[in-house]
């Protein structure tokens, strides 16, 4: 299929300031694959870089294509593609790296210093008609999974990645602080890795609601007026026990403290949520407790896994998608994102002009 001339991009140029605008069409290298764009979901950092110019530490200097959760489908090949044919529908892993540091070399290739990744400055991201992308980053979806849920592999793919590097195993007993979409794929992965117990805390109901709807035994809200010793008992009260792995999907500094001191001895912390650069923990207690506090940074070989839960019906992502915009409507589905009017999970943008509501 060749493509169009039309590639309409969502080109972010500052603060509040998304514009639709065409772009050339690109040509894949030898190692690339033309994608047709099909699905791309906004992400929280999709937000942060549209309503402050920036997310941590990366700012946008000039004006940036948006977007990184995304499907696609193959309709040219580089000469040297032999994982893809055309017509292939594949999620598109978004961080590309050099593949010859000592990072890449010792399989953690996300931590690669070198390391492409779509819509973080400056790398142009794929919400757009058309976008190449290096082949052996884009994986294969099996004929019974969706576009939309290709485009839900990289969110899903973080709390893959969490669950992971807790060794989340069967029996696990767990507290999740935060229930927005991170961590609400954190826990679809664990509970499809065997945890036998989850309380996920929010400040919102309707949040709650929907981490029930998706397999949460326990849900907390936390109210302005409790202290972090009384979350900390209601997390014990609701599980009759210690977590043994926390996961904090918030950033927020009060969450973090409640899961270092709700997690049980020899347990395990994983900080997911990106929050301030420095926060004020109860490390002594971690110590004591011996209690490991593990950083997670996106994901590394995790896409297989993703694809593998859905495909197996062992993780339904279909609840979490609750919009659905096209790419000529970008501004008006980043302003239910930026807005969290109609109470969004996943917005999605479909970028292929004869997709049609369903
Ligand atoms: P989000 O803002 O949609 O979700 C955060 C949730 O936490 C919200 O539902 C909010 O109501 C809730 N919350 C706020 N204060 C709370 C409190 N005191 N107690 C309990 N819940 C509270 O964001 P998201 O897209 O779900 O992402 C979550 C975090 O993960 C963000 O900090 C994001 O930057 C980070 N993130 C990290 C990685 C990584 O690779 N480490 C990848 C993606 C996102
Ligand atoms: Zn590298």
């Given at each position: 299929m060749a493509p169009t001339k039309d590639n309409l991009s969502a080109v972010l140029y500052g603060i509040n300031d998304l514009r639709l605008e065409q772009r050339p069409i690109p040509v894949p290298k030898d190692n690339q694959v033309l994608l047709q764009m099909e699905v791309v979901g906004i992400c929280g950092s999709d937000v942060h870089y549209l309503v402050s110019g920036r997310c941590g530490p990366?700012?946008?200097?000039?004006?940036?294509?948006?977007?990184h959760e995304a499907s696609g489908t193959v309709i040219q090949l580089g000469k040297d593609v032999k994982n893809l044919k055309l017509g292939d529908r594949v999620a598109i892993e978004p961080g590309v790296p050099c593949r010859l540091c000592h990072y890449c070399k010792t399989g953690i290739y996300h931590l690669c210093k070198d390391l492409f990744f779509?819509?973080?400055?400056?790398?142009?991201?794929?919400?757009?008609?058309?976008?190449?992308?290096?082949?052996?980053?884009?994986?294969?979806?099996?004929?019974?999974?969706?576009?939309?849920?290709?485009?839900?592999?990289?969110?899903?793919?973080?709390?893959v990645h969490a669950c992971k590097r807790a060794n989340i195993k069967i029996g696990d007993v767990c507290l999740i602080t935060g229930a927005g979409p991170i961590g609400l794929v954190t826990l679809l992965s664990a509970k499809a890795m065997g945890a036998s117990k989850i309380v996920i805390t929010d400040v919102l109901d309707v949040k709650l609601k929907m981490a029930k709807q998706l397999g949460a035994d326990y849900t907390l809200k936390i109210e302005k007026n409790m202290t972090e010793e009384q979350i900390v008992k209601k997390v014990h009260e609701l599980l009759g026990q210690e977590p043994n792995v926390s996961f904090d999907c918030t950033g927020v500094e009060s969450?973090?403290?409640?899961?270092?001191?709700?997690?049980?001895?020899?347990?395990?912390?994983?900080?997911?949520?990106?929050?301030?650069?420095?926060?004020?923990?109860?490390?002594?207690?971690?110590?004591?407790?011996?209690?490991?506090?593990?950083?997670?940074?996106?994901?590394?070989?995790?896409?297989?896994?993703?694809i593998e839960m859905v495909s197996s019906g062992r993780v339904n992502v279909k609840p979490l998608v609750t919009h659905h915009y096209t790419l000529e409507d970008s501004l008006k589905a980043f302003h239910t994102a930026k807005t969290q009017e109609g109470d969004p999970i996943k917005v999605l943008i479909h970028a292929n002009p004869n997709w049609k509501p369903s």
């Open positions: 990366f700012v946008v200097e000039k004006p940036m294509v948006i977007g779509c819509a973080t400055p400056p790398d142009d991201g794929n919400l757009s008609r058309y976008y190449v992308h290096d082949a052996d980053f884009c994986w294969k979806l099996p004929d019974n999974m969706s576009l939309e849920e290709g485009a839900i592999m990289e969110p899903l793919s973080v709390g969450c973090v403290r409640v899961c270092v001191s709700s997690t049980g001895l020899a347990g395990v912390v994983v900080l997911v949520g990106l929050g301030k650069i420095e926060m004020t923990l109860p490390l002594t207690n971690a110590l004591i407790k011996e209690v490991d506090v593990r950083g997670v940074f996106r994901y590394c070989n995790d896409y297989p896994t993703s």
